[in-house]
Structure formats: structure tokens, C-alpha cells
């Protein structure tokens, strides 16, 4: 493997001489995440009318990240997408049920009893429940992971939230936002439409006052607390598995916790001791400690320098499956853009590369703006030429490598494109290729920075 080693290294100083740019190895998770056109600031938004559990109707488009998990058509949880094929969930909603085969997961959702436009309803390919989980109460690692068979199409209305940047942590006292179609009130009915409430994050202390004033104290590792001592603003029943939504410095809205469990909903729990029907913050999964089981399953690369890379100021190099746009998609993209990824598969897989959009300058010969894909890092064997307003069919690489490009020109820029990479075993796709000898192993590159 030697020589296959040095002669990629000296190929991607090749293209990196070309570009004038320095070769980075990253992922491209959810780039312009956590975007609501609609959204106000929370703290703007108070309001006097009972909803959720003293909240209000959420306006339509507002959190794109939200989705229903539905069971026959009924709505059973919330949910929060993180990239195309990615959503988090409570584990409670989904460790019970057969869900990998009845469960659907629904974006773009905001009237229950109504089918919009916007919707895209995927089922569920595998559910990672988190280890530590357990269903006794009180739940302790509330959190499931569903990779969904298929991926959402970002727009206006379906969009990623961001999760919290390593080490980022909401502090006590921030206001946050939770959604979602659960009861108005402890015996409350079920909303039609989308739900949300504004709560403050409580500190460890005064969390674990309210949940020592109980008559068996409750304690977790990851409970995240919210609420006023007098109640009457929280999540409920329908909830779960929603998520806490909070604006970074950048207003980016970032997940800060999953919906998972409270006492009744809205109680006070000012004077425990004397009811008989005693309250509790409302209580989500914090976060901020679980984010590493969380990279470590939807991670798209290995080595991680960037996470917020585009592929457009860098070469990208990825060695697992995952999913790739256009610059500041599904804006325009830029004039004189030039993004480049490589894809590596384990040996004995080929690439397919399947688009969920394309709007690209149409130019009949696709020199002006357009995509190309290569079959190897050279740029001797172009496999596709894409460019104008049709979603293409997949792309099969021939090899295990597969370079992506796109460019623009300085007229006219279009919405571009955003597609999902897979690895697919060899053995499954009925072609017989003779380039195995192609394939080149990245692993031990030495990548200088
Ligand atoms: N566990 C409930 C559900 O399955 C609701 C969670 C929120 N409850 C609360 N009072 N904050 O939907």
C-alpha cells in the first residue's frame, strides 16, 4: 500500500496546487443548522394564552427540525432532525415498540389533522437506543437515535437543528422554547397544531431541591430541569421526545435537551411536602451528556478538524457515508464557488451517490455551473456531468473512491444541490467491476494542516 499512499498524497497536493488551498479532513454534518425564518426571540414571545401547558400555537415553519413519530397514522412523540437521515428522540418513545417496522416519522408537520404540502413522512431504518437507558423511573438517558430510511429534503419548512458544540452548555436562567403536540393540560385534550412553551432552565440546585421534596427522591445523571416552582408552564403527555430549543450567541437554534418526564405537567412544587399530588420540573435529556454517544454513531468521518466545513474553502475528505451541499444551501449558492469531497468506502464497496435536489444554471454542455463526479482522485474518468433543474438518478461509482466537484461561474446562481453518500457492499450490486485494484486507503494519510 505504500506507493498507492504517497502517490494520493501527491495527487491531493496536486489538486491542492490547483486550488490554491490546503487539504482538510472533516465532515459536513448539518451545515445552516438550527435557521427558522419565522422565529422571534423567546424572550419576545411570552404569552398569556393556555397551550402545551401555558404556551401558545406555534407559527407554521418555525422549528423546520420538528417531526411526529407516528404509529397507524396517530401521532405518539416528538422528535428533532439533526442531518438528512438523522433525528433524536426520547428513548421511552421508541424502546417499547416494535418501531423499526410500525413507526413513520413525519417533517414539515404542523396541523395533525391536515396533509400539507410540506410534509415528508420517512420510516425508520435502525433505532439506536442509548445504553445506559433504563425505564424504571426515573428515566435516566432518555435518548434514542433513529436513522431514517431514506432523507429529509431541507427547505424552508424541514431543516436540521444544531447540537451543542463540544463543551457548550446552556447556563441557568436561559430562556429556552419547547414544542410540540402534547396535551394542553394534565387532562388536557391533544392539539391539532404544533404547540410551544417558553421555559428557564433551572440550576442543578434548585433541581434537586424540587426533586428532593418528593416522598422517594429522584435522581438522574442526565436530567436537565425546567419550569417555575409554581408551575404552570411545561411540556405533557405527547411531548416526549421533542426537543429543549436554545439560541446560541449566533442565534442558531441549538438542542439543549430531549423531552423525557415530569410529575403530572405544570405542577408546583413549591409546597410538595403538604399535596397530594406533588410536582416536579419538567425534565429533558441534558445534552451536553450524551453528545459523545451522539457523534460517535452519526459521525461522518473520522478525524474531525471542522465540522462546520462546507468542502468549499478545503478539499473534504470523508470515510464514512453521509451527505453533501452546495455552499449556504438551500439559499443561493455563491459565484465562483469550488467545492471538492472525496469519498473513501472500506474495501469491497462501491459509492452511489443519490441527489434529493438539483437546481443548478442550466448550460447545455454543463460548463457554466455544474457537478462533476470522478471515479478517482486524477480526474481521469468522469463519470457524471450535472447540471439544470432535474433531480438526476443515483451515481455509482466503479471504485471505492469517488470525487465529487462542484463549480460556479460568475452569471447566475441557483438553489444547488444536496445529496446523500452511501457505501454499499460490492457483493450486492449486480455489476462485476474490474477496478478493485483503484481503491486506495486514506487511513493512514498523514494530512498536513
Ligand atoms: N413523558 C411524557 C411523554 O411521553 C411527557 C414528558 C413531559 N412531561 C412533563 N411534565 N414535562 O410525552
Known amino acids: 500500500m505504500p506507493i498507492r499512499k504517497n502517490k494520493l498524497i501527491l495527487l491531493l497536493g496536486v489538486i491542492c496546487l490547483e486550488q490554491g488551498k490546503s487539504v482538510t479532513v472533516s465532515v459536513s454534518p448539518a451545515p445552516n443548522c438550527g435557521q427558522s425564518l419565522v422565529k422571534v426571540q423567546p424572550w419576545n414571545n411570552f404569552n398569556i394564552f393556555s397551550r402545551i401547558l401555558g404556551g401558545s400555537q406555534v407559527e407554521k415553519g418555525s422549528y423546520p427540525w420538528q417531526v411526529s413519530l407516528k404509529q397507524r397514522q396517530k401521532h405518539i412523540c416528538g422528535g428533532t432532525i439533526i442531518s438528512p437521515q438523522w433525528v433524536i428522540t426520547a428513548a421511552h418513545c421508541v424502546s417499547y415498540r416494535n418501531t423499526v417496522s410500525t413507526v413513520n416519522v413525519t417533517a414539515g408537520e404542523h396541523d395533525l389533522s391536515q396533509t400539507e404540502p410540506e410534509e415528508q413522512t420517512l420510516t425508520i431504518q435502525s433505532v439506536i437506543v442509548h445504553p445506559l437507558f433504563s425505564s ?90 425546567t419550569g417555575f416552582p409554581e408551575g404552570g ?82 478539499i473534504t475528505v470523508l470515510f464514512e ?38 437546481e443548478i444554471e442550466e448550460s447545455g454542455d454543463c460548463t457554466s455551473d455544474y457537478v462533476t ?25 466503479p471504485s471505492s473512491v469517488l470525487l465529487i466537484s ?14 446523500t453518500v452511501a457505501f454499499i457492499p460490492k457483493a450486492d450490486v449486480n455489476i462485476s467491476t474490474d477496478l478493485e485494484d483503484e481503491s486506495m486507503f486514506l487511513e493512514t494519510w498523514n494530512v498536513p494542516t
Open 136 to 225: 424504571k423511573k426515573p428515566m435516566d438517558y432518555d435518548i434514542a437515535l433513529l436513522k431514517m430510511a431514506g432523507a429529509f429534503q431541507f427547505g424552508q419548512f424541514v431543516g436540521p437543528m444544531c447540537l451543542p458544540e463540544p463543551g457548550e452548555q446552556f447556563e441557568a436562567g436561559f430562556i429556552c422554547t419547547t414544542a410540540g403536540w402534547g396535551r394542553l393540560g394534565e387532562d388536557g385534550v391533544l392539539p391539532q397544531v404544533l404547540q410551544e412553551v417558553n421555559l428557564p432552565i433551572l440550576t442543578h440546585k434548585e433541581c434537586m431541591a424540587a426533586l428532593s421534596s418528593l416522598k422517594k427522591f429522584l435522581s438522574g445523571k442526565t436530567f436537565l430541569c
Open 233 to 314: 408552564r411545561d411540556a405533557c403527555q405527547g411531548d416526549s421526545g421533542g426537543s429543549l430549543m436554545c439560541q446560541n450567541k449566533k442565534g442558531a437554534w441549538t438542542l439543549a435537551g430531549v423531552t423525557s418526564w415530569g410529575l403530572g405537567c405544570g405542577r408546583s412544587w413549591r409546597n410538595n411536602m403538604h399535596q397530594s399530588d406533588p410536582g416536579s420540573p419538567g425534565i429533558f435529556t441534558d445534552l451536553s451528556k450524551v453528545l459523545p454517544w451522539i457523534r460517535e454513531h452519526i459521525q461522518t468521518g473520522h478525524r474531525r478538524k471542522s465540522s462546520r466545513d462546507s468542502g468549499c474553502s478545503v
Open 321 to 358: 457515508e453521509g451527505f453533501i451541499q452546495s455552499p449556504n444551501y438551500p439559499g443561493n449558492y455563491s459565484d465562483m464557488a469550488s467545492c471538492n469531497w472525496i469519498f473513501q468506502a472500506p474495501k469491497h464497496h462501491l459509492i452511489e451517490l443519490s441527489f434529493q435536489s438539483l
Open 373 to 397: 463526479v470522478h471515479s478517482d482522485v486524477e480526474r481521469r474518468t468522469e463519470i457524471a456531468r450535472l447540471c439544470g433543474y432535474m433531480v438526476p438518478s443515483p451515481v455509482l461509482s
Open 406 to 419: 462542484f463549480q460556479s461561474d460568475e452569471n447566475r446562481t441557483c438553489s444547488g444541490f444536496q445529496a
